[in-house]
T-cell receptor, first 115, second 112 residues
Framework: GAGVSQSPSNKVTEKGKDVELRCDPISGHTALYWYRQRLGQGLEFLIYFQGNSAPDKSGLPSDRFSAERTGESVSTLTIQRTQQEDSAVYLC?????????????FGPGTRLTVL | AQKVTQAQTEISVVEKEDVTLDCVYETRDTTYYLFWYKQPPSGELVFLIRRNSFDEQNEISGRYSWNFQKSTSSFNFTITASQVVDSAVYFCALSEYDKLIFGTGTRLQVFP
């Protein structure tokens, strides 16, 4: 079956512009996660969705970052007024349930470069 | 606070050597889960194993084995007879209710 997909795979933008990153989870997965991976670093948690609600947004680094999810499907991560420090790979993952004991399946990521 | 430490930033070995990747974690939870993920050059994370805190049995899967020791808060990963295809970044992660806390990863390079 289809895995987690993300688009675009690469995004180059200018400082100050807004960007939208998309994630399509595995069908039937109720939980969806966004992580950020800076060059040479581990993954930083950004936000978690259970269905279309976000009970944990604790990892969003600033109010320039927001995310939404439609039902138990597509999610969009939006970064407003991008800064060079936002350059990273943004990874999306989904799982069957909302508990971190469940295996998370990761997408290929979106590489964001802010010039 | 939850924390995962992978002290080895990069390891290089020659094919067929055994290699152990270290993972040390900190948590106040009594029930938790530990994971290992592999990130090959393609970038997509691949799940390798999940272990819950009540199961300290070591696990072996082919050339891979894991040693979980609660007494030292460690969950180490050994690859026996390494192969070039094992070259990747390996991440250890700890569950924290609704998310995973990742270590900074260990880059393994296996040379022919």
């Amino acid at each position: 079956g289809a895995g987690v997909s993300q688009s675009p795979s690469n995004k180059v933008t200018e400082k100050g512009k807004d960007v939208e990153l998309r994630c399509d989870p595995i069908s039937g997965h109720t939980a969806l996660y966004w992580y950020r991976q800076r060059l040479g670093q581990g993954l930083e948690f950004l936000i978690y969705f259970q269905g279309n609600s976000a009970p944990d947004k604790s990892g969003l680094p600033s109010d320039r970052f927001s995310a939404e999810r439609t039902g138990e499907s597509v999610s969009t991560l939006t970064i407003q007024r991008t800064q060079q420090e936002d350059s990273a790979v943004y990874l999306c993952a989904s799982s069957l349930g909302g508990f971190s004991s469940n295996e998370q399946f990761f997408g290929p990521g979106t590489r964001l470069t802010v010039l | 606070a939850q924390k995962v430490t992978q002290a080895q930033t990069e390891i290089s070995v020659v094919e067929k050597e055994d290699v152990t990747l270290d993972c040390v974690y900190e948590t106040r939870d009594t029930t938790y889960y530990l994971f290992w993920y592999k990130q090959p050059p393609s970038g997509e994370l691949v799940f390798l194993i999940r272990r819950n805190s009540f199961d300290e049995q070591n696990e072996i899967s082919g050339r891979y084995s894991w040693n979980f020791q609660k007494s030292t808060s460690s969950f180490n990963f050994t690859i026996t007879a390494s192969q070039v295809v094992d070259s990747a970044v390996y991440f250890c992660a700890l569950s924290e209710y609704d998310k995973l806390i990742f270590g900074t990863g260990t880059r393994l390079q296996v040379f022919p």
